[in-house]
Nanobody
């Protein structure tokens, strides 16, 4: 089993910055892809950013140039640096870890952390 715990959410004014962190524990290795998703009220959960085990990254178009995802395999953690925040970034942000091995697929979620951007 894998446990993911997010931290770093909060209230910030538009144009400000926040850094989210996700600490992983349990049977997780550097082979896992890690990502951040978000879900705003009344909307579906969407991918914000992902970093693969090979450290390739991809971002939602809406956050490109503003958000940066990084990972520290030694600390089993992944972070999301969010700059130039906008009110539309307001959502619950979830950490995700996933790994496919042969016919097995592993997919884990954190409990989420609230990010609120005021205008």
């Amino acid at each position: 089993q894998v446990q993911l715990v997010e931290s770093g959410g909060g209230l910030v004014q538009a144009g400000g910055s926040l850094r989210l962190s996700c600490a992983a524990s349990g049977s997780i290795s550097s082979n896992y892809d890690m990502g951040w998703y978000r879900q705003a009220p009344g909307k579906q959960r969407e991918l914000v950013a992902r970093i693969t085990s090979g450290e390739r990254t991809n971002y939602a178009d809406s956050v490109k140039g503003r958000f940066t995802i990084s990972r520290d395999n030694a600390k089993k953690s992944v972070s999301l640096q969010m700059n130039s925040l906008k009110p539309e970034d307001t959502a619950v942000y979830y950490c995700n870890a996933r790994h496919a091995y042969r016919s097995d697929f592993y997919n884990y979620w954190g409990q989420g952390t609230q990010v609120t951007v005021s205008s």
